[in-house]
């Protein structure tokens, strides 16, 4: 299998698929193998998660109808009791597709706007009169560990986690967002999961707008005790449009 590097466009749809979850194969090897190795295309990934988080909520699964296998039999041109096992990954495979066709969708829409047309362009769907917004949360030292995608229309707040968080029983990682000119507002204590979901309350919504600033403190396990940051920040980003 050759190792030359993909393009930065193939990367970029590499990245979001396998984000998905929709590669398999050959692909589905690289692309892991590039996760493992490759810091930018790991970060590419995690920002692909946050960004389809809140399609892939909209995505509800469907039980195949008994008929299918008729038809998979008939397309495959053997009966599955020839090859039983290999109709029935190709049936998990199809049916996991199934389910992220929706996300898909979204993602080529969003790949193919980049590369150049020569048919008219597509109606234009009218958006929420908020965008949803994202910040990428680092520092200094280390590049982007953390992606926060906003939408303020469902009031959903996702963080996908690029890289580690040290796991520390004496110590929690809390969430804030801090406004323009404001105070820190504690946006909870963080899990240890790659992704998190949180629905926030209106009073804590409205202060996600354009330019506030998200961070995250390392404080005692439980949250911070007095209600403002008390230790280190060890990633801050400002929130811009997505």
Known sequence: MSTRPPRSTDRDQLAAEYALGVLAGD????????ECTDADFRDLVALWRGRLAPLMEEVSAVSAPLSLWARIEQRLGKSANDNDASIRRRLTMWQGVAGAMTAL??????VLVQQPRSVPAPVIVE??????????????????KVVASWDPASRQLVLAVAGDMPADPNHAHELWVIPAGGTPRSLGVMPSDKQTHMRLADALARLLQQGATIAISIEPAGGSPTGQPTGPVVAAGSLNKA
Do not use: C
Request: hydrophobic content about 45%.
């Open 27 to 34: 692909e589905e090897e690289r692309a892991r193998e590039l």
């Open 105 to 110: 969708a979204a993602v080529l829409a969003i």
């Open 127 to 144: 958006r929420p009169s908020t965008p949803p917004m994202v910040a990428m949360l680092g520092d200094e030292v280390q590049k982007m």
